[in-house]
């Protein structure tokens, strides 16, 4: 056998390993170069991460009014409740809810027929006590000539004692007697106007011009009087010209209204407007409501004159008030929810505060007859810790925030005016509020939350 023409060489078999390992280590290589951007990415973000994403203010300059919010009912300044002093059936009754009145205008007539028979008796009975007072005077005027006769006689002693002291007795007694006679024409002449006066309340007229706001009864019912006691209301007539808004504030509230404060009043009826008001009277008495439990409330009813006088109110509507209590011009003021407090000692937040206070409870807890001492010691750590809390805001520096502590003034729903602390133009931390009061703290890393785009603000 011959040899073969062209055998495979050797070297043309390596080749081809060669150059599949390079393309092996290529890939490892660029596997280990990606593995090696993508942790350096995640060590990047992870330190990025614990810089705080916050959004930030700057300090302004702004008038503020503080303002108390309230709610209650529009109710008459002056409305007048029609009850009978006298008990009967009705028999006239002219006037339907809504209807205009003046003063002096019937309002209720009552059957009278009991009364009149009353005021008759009464009238008999004056008769008679004024006739048996005329006769006893003439009794009386006899007597007194006997008295005067027998006295002469008995001082010429023509009669006997006896004679002269039965004769000055009979005289006393019809003396007596006819101031009895007097008595009774007076409680006669008593009894009868009593009756005049019930008779004449059988009819009743509208003390005020106003309009009959209520009315709970009709012709033909029976009615109590309120002579002895809470009789039947048969209407109100109230003047709708001057109306009021009625609200409760808070006991914590109260303190801040004064008389003539302005108030903002927004009535339900009428949804795009608000009202003018001042305030005219400040309850002195407290209205509790859920006494004795954990909804207990304690308001004070303030009455708020509306001086706006065009629109058409009907009582019991429901409004809102916010009444003007104090207000400050051209001060410095950041937003409410800028401002937290922290302890002066260690800048500790409320949270913090509390689980300290919680740790101190538990660690005493268990002492047996001591349990109302601890109850004790608590209270008066947490008063403590009140007393230690600073208002704070977080100034911004750079990618950093400072603690500043700040003196408040007053605040309205918006903003709080800062008296010391802080100036015109100052950034500082306006939100996340969880941030601010849980989480920021002196010295903290920041970043700036990035501003939305305008279709996630359309979202929102």
Known sequence: MSAPANPPSTPANVTPKKNSRKRLWLVIGSLLLLVAVVAG???KNKGKDKALVVTTEKAIIKTIIQSVNATGKVQPEIEVKIAPEVSGEITELPLREGALVKKGDLLVRIKPDNYKYQLDQREAALASARASAIQTKSSLLKAEEDYKR??????KQ???????TASRTAFEQAQANYDNFLAQIRSAEGLLAQAQEQLSKTVIYS?????VTSRTSEVGERVVGTGQ????????????AKMEVRVNVNENDVVNVKIGDKGRISVDAYPNRRFNGEVWEIASTARTLGQNTQEEVTNFVVK???TDRDAAFRPGMSANADIETKTVTDVVAVPIQAVTVRSREGAKTIDELAGDRDKKAKETKGEGAAAAVNQKDQRERERADREALQRVVFLRSGDTVKMVSVKTGIADSTHMEITSGLKKGDEIVSGPFSTITRM????DKIRLEPPKKPDER???
């Open 304 to 306: 708020i004159r509306i």
């Open 207 to 211: 003390p005020i011009d106003g309009t």
């Open 458 to 460: 359309k979202r929102l």
């Open 229 to 240: 006691f809470a009789g039947t209301e048969v209407m109100r007539v109230a003047e709708l």
């Open 158 to 164: 023509l009669i006997s004692d006896a004679e002269f």
């Open 440 to 443: 920021l703290k002196d010295g």
């Open 41 to 43: 990415a995640i060590i």
């Open 150 to 155: 027998s006295q002469d006689l008995h001082g």
